[in-house]
């Protein structure tokens, strides 16, 4: 058919060889045997060890990348029948021939190359902070309370308290309920709550929660129960108290943030701190200066032991209570939850 279409258009059919040499079986055919390409021409091919010797070494000391040739690879005897397969090179590669038409520039390669090159990243700035142990509470750099202030000093302001009254064995029960901590030089701690009577507040209620204690700290565990205790007995959260087993009486870094949550919700709320061991001052009723300590609290993000800077009017961060009186006919309860 595909003569005939020829003879329609005039066109001299093809020759015979013309076919044999342009089919894909070549020049013999069907009947032509297959023959790979030869053996002497070889492609080398880098192996895994060259190419991170490659990439190890691309990186000079500066940090920019230069240069690398890939070595050859010594061919071994055992040349696998895959690489004479794939092998290309005749060995005239590595002797290109120079044609007039496409001279080969050195410089202009190079040039080339300079665009590939990365250039350093720029210099950061970075802040190094210098390694430290822990600061132990008792080396905070927090300045001792300060007195506790009269109402004529206090004046009309957010220093004005509603009076808030203590039982008097309240402590001392205190501490016989954290005796077992304390001669373990553990802390223990307790939360004070209590009602508001003709304006006055009177702690009726102490909360042993159950608790995490170390020589320096002291963590509560399971609030939602201390909160169901304050929900059922209608009671006010009016403060807490720990104790410091063999430091003496004073108020951590640490203890200021814990008391921060209780002053902020009630200006009223005190620290108790009770330390056996002190015999110049065995315990310590605290609170947060106001202004000056609650802002400086509020406005540092830190977290464990650590220093602070003195508030700006010159105050303490924190004081004796003046707004406090100790009540011997007080009644009150305790509520131990360790023991559920």
């Known amino acids: 058919m595909f003569f005939e279409f020829c003879r329609s258009l005039s066109v001299p059919p093809p020759k015979k060889e013309t076919l044999s040499r342009h ?39 500066a940090g920019q990348y230069d240069i690398v ?40 390669r190079e040039d080339s190359f300079q665009l590939l090159k990365q250039p350093l990243p720029p210099p950061v700035l970075a802040q190094v902070y210098p390694e430290s142990s822990p600061i132990p509470p008792s080396k905070v750099a927090d300045p001792r309370p300060g007195p ?22 309240m402590m001392e029960d205190f501490l016989r309920l954290a005796s077992k901590n304390t001669q373990k030089n553990l802390e223990t701690c307790g939360v004070l709550a209590g009602s508001l009577k003709n304006r006055v507040f009177h702690i009726t209620t102490l909360i042993i929660p159950k608790q995490e204690s170390t020589s320096d700290s002291c963590s509560t565990l399971n ?15 009016l403060g807490w108290i720990h104790t410091h087993p063999s430091q003496t009486c004073f108020m951590s870094s640490v203890d200021l943030h814990t008391h921060y949550s209780y002053q902020i919700m009630l200006p009223e709320a005190i620290a108790i701190v009770m330390a056996p061991t002190d015999t110049t001052s065995p ?18 993000q830190q977290r464990g032991f650590h220093p602070h800077e003195e508030p700006s009017d010159g105050s303490p961060i924190y004081e004796h209570c003046s707004h406090v009186y100790m009540n011997a006919n007080l009644k009150f309860d305790v509520v131990d939850l360790r023991e559920r």
Not at 98 to 105: A, F, G, L
Not at 148 to 169: N, R
Not at 223 to 237: C, G, N, R
């Open 23 to 61: 089919s894909f079986l070549g020049p013999s055919g069907l009947r032509g045997q297959w023959l790979g390409p030869s053996a002497e021409i070889k492609v080398q091919y880098p192996s895994s060890t060259d190419l991170t010797h490659v990439k190890d070494s691309s990186l000079n000391q």
């Open 148 to 169: 506790a202030k009269s109402s004529q000093d206090s004046g009309p302001g957010p220093s004005t308290y509603q009076h808030l009254h203590i039982p008097v064995k």
């Open 69 to 108: 040739a890939i070595k050859e690879l010594d061919q071994g005897p055992a040349a696998s029948t895959m690489n004479s397969v794939l092998s290309l090179d005749d060995g005239r590669w590595s002797h290109p021939a120079v044609e007039s038409c496409s001279p080969v520039v050195t410089e202009s």
């Open 283 to 300: 315990h310590g009723i605290f609170h947060l200066s106001d202004p000056g300590g609650v802002s400086v609290i509020r406005n540092c």
């Open 223 to 237: 609030e939602e129960e201390i909160f169901e205790v304050q929900d059922s007995l209608s009671l006010f959260p």
